[in-house]
């Protein structure tokens, strides 16, 4: 099963500042709905993102129910070397989900 | 919203401006609202924007997002996506390496959808 | 003698208007010219279409990918997998979902995407069907309607057809539930109005199967049918009834022309 959707530019300058796309699969069920017959519909949802970058963190969020399904979030960093960057989706029942990309930068 | 924001700050004031909050005013559906926060930085090693964080008055949790950025940004912009429950205002804070607060306020018009649907 | 005659002419003449009127399937009065076609997508405001626009941040796409990965799994009993007949999707599949629903000499009647995998299913993978309006399905069908993105709708036109669409046609022009109301009268007549704050549009289904906002997941055409036929407050169908197949039908042959734009996303 797919999980996420990333977009990193392949190439770039060193200095250069961009942007970042994520895109991961996931419910992000509030917590807040309630069943046909009267149930709570248990939380399950993305607590937190990481983005690493050569192993050093560059981005962090905190997500709430109150992100949509299907979490996307965008972000920048300047590119100053060639290198993998990590992402890491972790969220409630145990949810860890990672991928990476790598660039290159003159 | 207010606790909510005090839990961030603490005691600080926060001051206005500095902050773009980029909302659809009346947002086509409340279950994913598109949503940027840019904040004005010059983003250097000294003089950068330590975290967003974006409160909202009327959902059942003040949250919308926190988000830790630091020097190695390059630019003080995250995107993402919400759910809004209800017509209500945003506030979205910027927290300045040199241990300022800024914000910005913004009002949105949430509608439901025209149609019901059975659960399936 | 002059009675007889008279009755004789008319008859003739009906019939004669009437064959007329099938070959030619004439525009109907309330039909939106070709002109004034326009997708859905020309409704949303900006943010929604950025959101189709880039495929790093539709969500559908997401459905595309799962879809690949189904499409090469094998299944069934025969151990097949869809790729292991039709290979890459991307040249065997373009211009399919532009010409669907379709007929189905077995069966005799139109079948729509979703039904045709399953068919394929059962008849080449030994493979039971996958449930309507699951994951699985779902991105599958989105898979292949993806590889005609950018395509022209061009309806199968082939005569066996046309009793289905007049049926589709007759039940999109007929009054009908607690509201007393035909598709007609919103989708012809007031597409460029708005219902409680949602523009009407004109329901063109050239996106299906969608990422809709509203159900935070993808969905197919006959989920917004059911959707549409619970909001007018009338008698609905289950998912895959003949019914809702003509339904499409029609829905698709009136769309002809319009791009595909699967997967696409609406409020």
């Known amino acids: 099963m797919t999980a996420a959707l990333i977009n990193v530019p392949k190439k770039a300058k060193s200095g250069d500042v961009i942007e970042i796309k994520t895109l991961m699969s996931h419910v992000m069920e509030t917590g807040y709905r309630r069943t046909t017959s009267g149930g709570v519909v248990p939380r399950d949802i993305i607590t937190s993102f990481t983005c690493r970058f050569n192993g050093e963190e560059i981005f962090r969020a905190d997500l709430f129910p109150a992100t949509a399904a299907n979490p996307f979030i965008s972000f920048f960093t300047v590119a100053t070397k060639s290198g993998k960057f990590d992402f890491e989706w972790i969220g409630d029942n145990g949810f860890s989900e990672s991928a990476s990309a790598s660039i290159t930068v003159e | ?120 | 003698m002059k009675v007889s005659g008279t009755i004789v002419l008319a008859s003739v003449l009906a019939s004669l208007l009437l064959a007329v009127g099938i070959i030619l399937r004439p525009l109907l009065a309330t039909e939106i010219p070709s002109a004034e076609r326009r997708s859905g997508y020309t409704f949303m405001g900006p943010e929604t279409r950025a959101m189709q626009d880039d495929d790093t941040s539709n969500p559908g796409m997401l459905g595309v990918l799962d879809g690949e990965a189904l499409w090469n799994r094998k299944a069934g009993s025969a151990e097949k997998s869809c790729a292991d007949c039709h290979d890459d999707a991307r040249h065997s599949m373009k211009g399919v979902a532009a010409r669907y629903p379709a007929y189905d000499k077995t069966l005799g009647r139109p079948v729509n995407l979703e039904q045709r995998i399953n068919l394929c299913r059962a008849r080449h993978q030994n493979a039971a069907p996958l449930p309507y309006e699951k994951h699985d399905l779902l991105a599958l069908t989105t898979f292949v309607a993806e590889q005609s993105r950018g395509m022209a709708i061009t309806p199968d036109t082939s005569a066996e057809l046309d009793p289905f669409v007049a049926k589709g046609r007759d039940f999109f022009m007929h009054r009908q539930g607690q509201l007393n109301l035909a598709c007609t009268n919103c989708h012809d007549d007031n597409w460029d109005k708005h219902l409680a704050g949602s523009a009407v549009t004109q329901a063109i289904p050239n996106g299906y199967p969608i990422y809709r906002l509203e159900w935070q997941s993808l969905g197919s055409l006959q989920r917004r049918l059911r959707n549409c036929i619970t909001g007018m407050r009338a008698q609905n169908f289950d998912l895959g009834a003949p019914e809702l197949v003509e339904l499409e039908l029609y829905l698709m042959s009136r769309a002809h022309g319009m791009p595909i734009e699967t997967p696409a996303v609406r409020p």
């Open chain 2, 1 to 120: 919203m207010a606790a909510a924001i005090r839990t961030v700050v603490g005691g600080a004031t926060v001051q206005t401006g500095k902050v773009k909050l980029d909302i659809p005013p009346l947002v086509e559906n409340g279950n994913s609202v598109p949503m940027t926060v840019s904040v004005a930085s010059p983003m250097t090693a000294n003089d950068y924007v330590k975290s967003i964080h974006v409160f909202n008055e009327k959902n059942p949790q003040p949250n919308l997002g926190n988000f830790y950025l630091g020097p190695r940004a390059g630019r003080a912009q995250v995107s993402t996506r919400v759910r809004l429950a209800d017509s209500q205002k945003i506030t979205a804070i910027a927290h300045f390496s040199d241990g300022s607060f800024w914000s910005v306020t913004a009002e949105v018009v949430v509608t439901l959808a025209a149609c019901t649907e059975e659960v399936i």
